[in-house]
């Protein structure tokens, strides 16, 4: 089963298993980590799943889509690793994958 790496603003990290097929989103609500909130329930149409994805890890996921790209454009901070983790589906070549979250997404 791949591991995901989600690391929030203060460098606290949670490391979750994640089922082949599942978006990393849905892996880190599953496992309850602090900063997704997924509102839209992953349907990309509210940012608060957003997360930079680590950059050594960029290559290994597929582009944005027009749809999440706008919506992207939407949230705070972004970066250019900005994407909604509802977006991105969980295969055996993300194992280990990192995803930072965003100081406007810290749980408190």
């Not at 496992?31 to 290994?60: M, Q, R």
Request: with cysteine; glycine share 8%.
């Amino acid at each position: 089963m791949p591991k995901i790496k989600f690391i929030e603003a203060d460098g606290k990290e949670h490391e979750v298993d994640a089922a082949e097929g599942q978006s990393v989103m849905q892996a880190a609500m599953d496992n309850l980590v602090p900063g997704i909130v997924a509102e839209c329930g992953g349907f990309a149409s509210c940012a608060t799943c957003h997360g930079y994805v680590d950059e050594a890890w960029l290559a290994k996921v597929p582009p944005p889509d027009a749809a999440e790209e706008g919506m992207i454009a939407c949230a705070y901070h972004v970066k250019p690793n900005s994407r909604l983790t509802c977006q991105l589906t969980v295969t055996p070549a993300l194992d280990g994958l990192v995803v930072r979250l965003p100081v406007s997404q810290t749980s408190e």
